[in-house]
């Protein structure tokens, strides 16, 4: 008796836990561990996934497995311990973990289908094929084929086909073949009435090129035949007609001038040496490689990969969101052309299938993606590299949230091999980890051609107002702009719009209000007309006047991108400006195509969010603006800080990094503040120096780990009284040295009718701390499933709302 333990797909904690099922004997040989299967679930039937294979088990009622729905496992044995320990790590479900390492398509229906690829006599395949190339999985299924097709596939005569079966997300091609020998052909031909020129043509072209199977708008496009003609030619028997799947490839019509690789300058050979070292010995290492803008750090990338391929193994590349993602895309397959598949939020649900499967089949040793492909299938893999590891979208931010980083380490331990996390402005945690030398360290301080980082002026906006100024342009930002017009040269206006309005900052003097025991900014409730503290509950009344300098212009803050834009309109009409922002770029593709033009330098102006600060690298771009430096600096979170320097010294960075000097303007209401004079310096040490010192104040991390524990209920009295007994089971169960702040209302205090409150532990070293978490959630889980009680839990959280 062969018994299987399989994981259903039931998203709740009851059921996150292994079910036994037989294994029909016709499957015994047939059946491996990580293979999807449909298993019968209560009244209906569902997806599972096979964990592993036993002999003996406790259940006494034993259920079998309905069906497998794969031929091969699609989560090898790596990732099956890997979602297991993921899961303990996040306190996920079990499912959520396998289901994140999976292409959105193969949790979607499909169709599956067997496909003959060669057909030559076979008895067997003869026989279950018919004359037809193809045959549907549940036909094979039924007839009790499938262990026979496994052994097929092995052969190499038949392969596995996926269906997407929405229809719009299959792509396929009509192909023909000659069914007619060459000697078949030219009888044929001969054969031919005088009258009969097209078909004489198609015969001959397929004379030429062979029994392959070609694509029917290629015959027509050489032969210059119309489609009738090669309808008249099947149907006499002559063509076998095909629809042949294509991968989808986004980047089909995009020519990738082919690179070589640049003779390294003193700095990047310096960061390769050790890196090739781990390469060669094959162990495991962390590099934290922080390089300045445009040091070359993605060179050093390249020739790391070069020489992991060299090795016959496979490297992973993680890039930051769909941003960064055109200009790093040409770069790798500019010098690995196919061996690399891309995956990012940017494809459709098909392309990232297709490309998934490239990774899968071996067709491709290199991926260049999003978060989630950290989990690509790669069985050999000799580097993992974080590109601008500091950025925040490598957490997810739903469950199972996870950090890439992690994810990363673990399995470069796994496989013995290097991971590098690159950036000019490291995280708090990882430069901090590299001075303890749990990272190693490696710098370039120097720009390529030895140019010089840009200079930077920082602008007092106050002052501004103060003589008169109420445009939302300094004077100087203004003349640099129509310098640079007249010079045409190229400009990157920048204008943060995290953080929006949500705090309420003097006009004047740039004070902005915070709580006066957690040294995090108040965030304005427009309802209440409060400020709140959303770490410790603590809440003032907004003042009328400046407590500061008692001036009255105090009031919430932000401006948008499309304000700019009419702004420009009106004091530059001669400008020609391309706007990137949500609301330009939500169509496929948009991204990029704006990104081209400006590149071509049809635009004078780019002017954009977030989107536009890091990774652009266009060598007529001499400045930089920043409308306003402060926005986020304001964020009710530890880390705004952080977040404001790296992304001011990123955003600095597109500035002359060729041939042309770059020049900066940042204006600003808190010149003073470090956040803001140390980025306009690129000064990452002091930055580091001074932010450690304020996290240590405040006991956060690097210093502490966090957990957040976010309630929400629709009944206000429920959520706080939960989130009050949790914090007092948390007090009674951690050690001392834990602290536990809150119940506090969250940030977001109210979302779809659902009020939410949290609790935020702050701890060094709780070894049971995931366990009493899971205890919490297990204590709850009646009210979670019948009551509509949400309990988040976010450890080491990143969002802190
Ligand atoms: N050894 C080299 N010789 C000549 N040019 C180089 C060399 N290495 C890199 N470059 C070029 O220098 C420029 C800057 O390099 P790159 O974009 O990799 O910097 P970076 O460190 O990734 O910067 P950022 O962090 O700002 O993205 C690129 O145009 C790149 O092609
Ligand atoms: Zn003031
Ligand atoms: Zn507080």
Redesign the pocket.
């Known amino acids: 008796m062969r018994i299987a333990s399989v994981i259903v797909d039931v998203p709740t904690m009851n059921t996150d836990k292994l079910f036994d099922y037989l294994v029909p004997e016709q499957w015994e040989e047939f059946i491996q561990p990580g293979m999807r299967v449909s298993v019968p679930f209560g009244p209906r039937l569902i997806q599972g996934f096979i964990i592993e294979l036993k002999e003996h088990t406790e259940v006494m009622k034993l259920k079998s497995i309905h069906e497998p729905l794969d031929i091969y496992p699609v989560l090898n044995e790596e990732l099956l311990n890997l979602g297991k320990w993921l899961s303990e790590q996040v306190l996920c479900l079990k499912i959520s973990a396998y289901q994140a390492m999976l292409p959105a398509a193969m949790k979607a229906k499909y169709e599956k289908v067997f496909k003959r690829i060669d057909d030559r006599t076979n008895p067997f395949l003869d026989e279950i094929f018919g004359n037809k190339m193809e045959l549907k999985w549940d036909a094979a299924s039924e007839r009790k084929l499938l262990p026979l097709l496994q052994q097929e596939i092995k052969n190499g005569t038949v392969e596995i086909k996926y269906l997407v079966k929405n229809k719009a997300n299959k792509k396929t091609i009509r192909v023909i073949k000659c069914l007619l020998t060459n000697e078949e052909l030219l009888q044929t031909i001969e054969g031919l009435s005088q009258n009969a020129l097209k078909q004489k043509k198609v015969l001959e072209y397929f004379l030429q090129n062979g029994n392959e199977y070609i694509p029917v708008k290629q015959v027509q496009e050489v032969t210059g035949v119309a489609p009738t003609t090669i309808r008249s030619l099947i149907s006499k028997g002559y063509f076998q007609e095909e629809n042949k799947e294509e991968y989808r490839d986004p980047y089909e019509h995009r020519i990738f001038e082919k690179t070589k690789p640049?003779?390294?300058?003193e700095e990047?050979s310096m960061a390769m040496e050790p890196i090739i070292r781990s390469i060669e010995g094959n162990y495991q290492e962390t590099f934290l490689l922080n390089?300045?803008?445009?040091?070359?750090?993605?060179?050093?990338?390249l020739q790391s990969i070069q020489s992991v391929l060299d090795k016959g193994k496979e490297a992973i590349v993680l890039v930051p969101e769909i941003s960064l993602t055109p200009q790093m895309v040409e770069?790798f397959k500019g010098r690995f052309g196919n061996d690399v598949a891309v995956l990012h939020s940017g494809l459709s649900i098909g392309e990232k299938y297709d490309e998934w499967r490239k990774i899968e089949r071996k067709e491709a040793r290199v991926v260049v993606g999003a978060r989630s492909a950290i989990f690509a299938p790669f069985e050999n893999l000799g580097i993992i590299i974080i590109?601008?590891e500091h950025e925040n979208s490598y957490k997810q931010e739903e469950n199972p949230r996870y950090h890439a980083r992690d994810i990363a380490i673990y399995r470069g331990k796994l496989h013995q091999c290097p991971v590098i996390l690159?950036?000019?402005t490291p995280s708090l945690e990882s430069f901090a980890r590299s001075q303890k030398g749990v990272y190693t360290l490696l710098s370039?301080k120097k720009?390529?051609?030895n140019q010089a980082l840009p200079s930077v002026s920082i602008v007092d906006m106050r002052e501004e107002l103060r003589e008169g100024n109420r445009s939302m342009f300094s004077r100087e930002l203004f003349e640099k702009l129509q310098d640079r017009l007249s010079k045409k040269e190229q400009t990157v206006l920048f204008l943060n719009r995290r953080g929006h309005s949500s705090f309420v900052m003097c006009r004047d003097c740039g004070y902005v209000l915070q709580c006066p025991h957690c040294e995090i900014s108040l965030t304005y409730h427009r309802f209440t007309s409060q400020m709140k503290c959303h770490y410790c509950g603590y809440e003032a009344s907004v003042p009328s006047v400046c407590p500061e300098c008692d001036s009255e212009h105090i009031r919430y803050f932000g401006t948008g991108t499309q304000k700019v834009e009419e702004e420009l309109a009106k004091l530059l009409p001669e400008a020609k400006v391309i706007r990137m922002d949500v609301d330009t770029t939500s169509r496929k593709g948009a991204h990029e195509r704006l990104l081209q033009q400006f590149q071509e330098g049809k635009a004078d102006i780019l002017l954009g969010t977030q989107m536009i600060a890091?990774?652009?690298?266009f060598?007529n771009i001499t400045l930089v603006g920043v409308l306003s430096a402060d926005t986020m600096l304001h964020l009710p979170d530890f880390r705004a800080s952080e977040k404001t320097f790296q992304l001011l010294t990123?955003v600095s960075?597109?500035a002359g990094?060729?041939h042309l000097a770059g020049e900066v303007v940042i204006q600003t209401y808190t010149p003073e503040h470090y956040s803001v004079e140390l980025a306009g310096k690129q000064d990452y040490d002091h930055f580091y120096k001074k932010e450690m010192m304020m996290r240590k104040l405040g006991s956060y991390p690097p210093f502490y780990y966090l957990a957040l524990i976010t309630v929400s209920h629709e009944d206000l009295m429920k959520v706080v009284s939960i989130t009050e007994k949790i914090s007092n089971y948390l007090h009674s169960k951690l050690s001392k040295e834990a602290i536990i702040l809150g119940p506090a209302t969250s940030p977001i205090p109210k979302i779809n009718n659902r009020y939410r409150y949290q609790c935020l532990i702050k701890y060094k070293r709780e070894p049971n701390l995931t366990q009493q978490l899971r205890h919490l959630l297990e204590h709850y889980q009646q009210q979670i499933t019948s009551e509509g009680l949400t309990i988040n839990i976010d450890v080491n959280p990143y969002m802190m709302m």
């Open positions: 640049f003779q390294l300058t990047q390089g300045v803008t445009g040091s070359g750090k993605t060179e050093v990338y770069r590109d601008e690159g950036s000019a370039m720009r390529m051609n890091k990774g652009l690298d060598p990123q960075g597109r990094r060729h």
